[in-house]
């Protein structure tokens, strides 16, 4: 008797999101099975990786991911074009870190001003995300997400603290929208029924369930990830069927392995290479858990992602 | 089902200043109506009481029994301060019970006090490590404090196993395995194991409004299993007399006509047993 792979079926999907305009906009999510199941069901988009950049010169970047982007990062339109034309990404995280009150403290006006700098410069669908200063955050994003108006682009991050105003401004703006909370499944759901409450359609939502890098709680992360993307495929809850992000950059390049020098530890192995291998895995790992969006820094992790995905579709 | 009265708590505030000034008047009052509410002991958390315990624990237990003709439930980890207790518990109104021993060879102790006193023993089925996963860890942790209890001279019957009631606000998924304890715990010896849970703490954590609704569904379901006694809210308990005929028509598939009571009992009874995701705003959805 032949051999018949078990089948799972699924009550719920994801919902599919779609970012930017035009011919460059994407759309990621959609998928009605777990990550990759395309064996017992339909995954019409594969996953997005978005390249950051920020408004200010990422003076803070460990040296190996730094480098990379030296003769762009200094003023980020041609940061930002280098990231299109060059690297060929698919859309743009433009991290606003500049406007936190403990960094350079820009202003709203000068956030806009980037904002609309970037997006006159690029036609890939740009992820606006403020400095997770929940304070801050809400004239800045309100303003930015102004600027960006019809440009369908993705603001965030939206929290339990400030997610009124930020979804606000994202709906009357026609932006999606990034729900973040801090590795709590349940508030989580909490904040995605919130803001659907308001009025925000909960299919232009994106959850950030917050990211951890590889050997820093990543397993949380994925913890929570698996169980929402089961909770929204296994129970058809309608409350966590948006699409998850993995906001991994940011928090894989703070971390020791990936900014520790060869001559402090040569047991480690070669620095650059060390970085783009802890990158890579810690998102190879969230897209396994159900990520459908990711934010990462260095091309060369970002080129293994993309090899991977094309392995698993 | 026996209530065993949870307001007496040092965690409230009123109580504690009460117990600090050795004033009567709201302890009494507090034991009174949790008594006429149809509780069947009251339970006395004196919380750790390291200073002054024993001299706490007699003032609590003369000062309950004063004005209630009931026993009184010594809660404390304090070993000298449950002794003390013991000794001038009016057993007239009952035996006294004591919260709590677990499988942690510190609290061993506590079920030679339960033997020498002949009172009823409150075993929590916990180890010295970390919180059982699942109702067959508790199951397995309630065999060897049941073997101690026999060590120490303990009777079995009196001894009630708590399988650790958690927060559903963060654990979500034990409050099934609980529930799961509660029936497993009775078939682990002949005649069945009494069973206690503290059950207020499903709702701990949650907003206001939710806590009764927690509360009164995990009370059904732990009826429905067979729960021998809980402490609990003595008036909230009085009041699921009159849910509790709904929440089983609901369990068992039945329409009833009250439908947003209807829809209340079934998104409760699905956060409860890990049905749907649980979030503060779940009965909104």
């Known amino acids: ?313 | 089902m026996l209530i065993i009265g949870e307001k007496l708590s040092i965690i409230a505030k009123r109580v504690r200043e009460a117990m600090m000034a050795k004033d009567k008047g709201p302890i009494q009052e507090i034991a009174t109506r949790q008594w006429k509410e149809g509780s069947g002991i009251i339970d006395a958390n004196i919380g750790p009481a390291e200073d002054g315990g024993e001299d706490l624990m007699q003032w609590m237990v003369t000062t309950i029994q004063e004005v209630v003709p009931l026993p009184v439930c010594l809660d404390t980890t304090n070993f000298r301060a449950i002794e003390a207790g013991l000794k001038i518990h009016n057993n007239q109104w009952g035996k006294p019970l004591i919260n709590s021993t677990s499988n942690d060879p510190e609290r061993f102790p506590i079920l030679e006090l339960g033997a020498k006193y002949n009172c009823d023993v409150i075993g929590l089925t916990v180890g010295k490590g970390g919180l059982p996963a699942d109702a067959e860890e508790r199951a397995g942790i309630a065999a060897e404090i049941m073997g101690r209890a026999m060590e120490y001279g303990l009777p079995l019957e009196n001894l009630y196993l708590d399988p650790l009631v958690l927060q559903i606000a963060t654990t979500q998924d034990q409050a099934r395995h609980v529930i799961e304890a509660v029936k497993l715990f009775q078939h682990i010896n002949e005649p069945a194991m009494k069973t206690v849970v503290g059950l207020s703490n499903i709702s701990n954590g949650c907003p206001k409004a939710l806590r009764p609704i927690l509360n009164k569904h995990m009370f059904v379901l732990l009826q429905e299993a067979g729960l021998t006694a809980a402490i609990a809210d003595a008036k909230e308990m009085a009041e699921v007399q009159e849910d509790r005929p709904l929440i089983l028509d609901v369990m068992a598939g039945k329409e009833i006509e009250d439908k947003q009571k209807m829809a209340e009992i079934k998104k409760t009874l699905d956060v409860i047993m890990g049905r749907t995701l649980y979030a503060h705003s779940y009965l909104e959805m």
């Not at chain 1, 990422?58 to 280098?82: I, L």
């Not at chain 1, 930015?144 to 603290?161: F, M, W």
Request: aromatic content about 6%.
């Open chain 1, 1 to 313: 008797m032949a051999f018949t792979a078990p089948k799972e079926t699924y009550s719920g999907r994801v919902y599919p999101v779609t970012i930017g305009t035009g011919e460059k906009a994407v759309t990621f999510g959609g998928e009605n099975v777990l990550p990759f199941h395309s064996f017992e069901g339909e995954t019409p988009n594969r996953p997005v990786i978005a390249i950051e950049i920020q408004d200010v010169p990422p003076a803070d970047w460990p040296e190996n991911v730094k480098k990379t982007y030296e003769p762009v990062s200094g003023d980020p339109v041609t940061w930002a074009k280098f990231c299109q034309d060059e690297l060929k990404a698919k859309a743009i995280a433009l991290r606003l870190v500049g406007t936190h009150p403990d960094r350079e403290n820009r202003s709203p006006e000068e956030a806009v001003k980037t904002v609309k700098d970037v997006l006159a410069a690029v036609q890939v669908p740009v992820i606006i995300l403020g400095s997770n200063h929940a304070e801050k955050d809400t004239s800045v994003l309100v303003a930015v997400a102004e600027a960006a108006k019809d440009r369908n682009c993705i603001i965030g991050k939206a929290q339990e603290a400030n997610y009124k105003t930020i979804a606000a401004a994202a709906m009357a703006n026609n932006h999606k929208l990034i729900a973040m909370s801090e590795l709590d499944i349940n508030l989580s759901k909490q904040l995605n029924i919130l803001i659907s409450q308001m009025g925000f359609d909960k299919e232009k939502v994106i959850t950030d369930p917050m990211c951890s890098a590889l050997g820093y709680g990543l397993e949380y992360t994925y913890s929570v990830m698996e169980r929402i993307r089961l909770a929204a495929l296994t129970q058809n809850d309608v409350t966590m069927q948006q699409p998850l992000l993995g906001d991994v950059g940011m928090y894989v390049w703070k971390v020791k392995e990936t900014s520790a020098s060869e001559a402090d530890l040569p047991q480690w192995g070669a620095a650059e290479e060390r970085g783009i291998a802890w990158e890579a895995e810690t998102a190879g790992a969230l897209l396994i858990a159900g990520a459908e969006l990711l934010i990462m820094r260095h091309p060369k992790a970002i080129a293994a992602v993309e090899t991977l995905i094309d392995e698993l579709v």
